[in-house]
């Protein structure tokens, strides 16, 4: 059974850096694709970055582009998300996701796991 345990969420002053990672057990995840995703207050889950296990490319939206970098270990079957200049709207609980597959997308994501919150204070 697939397992991702996210961590590294915390409170920061905008301008400030933050480093998520998202642990994945009960699998060989050479042929996944990881995912991060957030979901603000009174707002919808939204796409923030994706990469494929396997080859190493990547996928941001655009909100996030030269801000956020998405990388793997595959020696620790970890996936970090690194938050630099980070503003007040980055508040939110970021989500690890993965799914099966060969393209990079922002959608049909599978398996969650349970969220950690980042708070950007002005």
């Known amino acids: 059974q697939v397992q991702l345990v996210e961590s590294g969420g915390g409170l920061v002053q905008a301008g400030g850096s933050l480093r998520l990672s998202c642990a994945a057990s009960?699998?060989?995840?050479?042929?996944?694709?990881m995912g991060w995703f957030r979901q603000a207050p009174g707002k919808e889950r939204e796409f923030v970055a994706a990469?494929?296990?396997?080859?190493?490319?990547?996928l941001y939206a655009d909100s996030v582009k030269g801000r956020f970098t998405i990388s793997r270990d595959n020696a620790k079957n970890t996936v970090y998300l690194q938050m630099n200049s980070l503003k007040p709207e980055d508040t939110a609980v970021y989500y690890c996701?993965?799914?099966?597959?060969?393209?990079?997308?922002?959608?049909?994501?599978?398996?969650w796991g349970q969220g950690t919150q980042v708070t950007v204070s002005s």
């Open positions: 009960g699998r060989t995840f050479s042929s996944y694709i």
């Open positions: 990469i494929s296990w396997s080859t190493g490319r990547t």
């Open positions: 996701a993965a799914r099966f597959g060969v393209a990079v997308t922002t959608i049909a994501y599978n398996y």
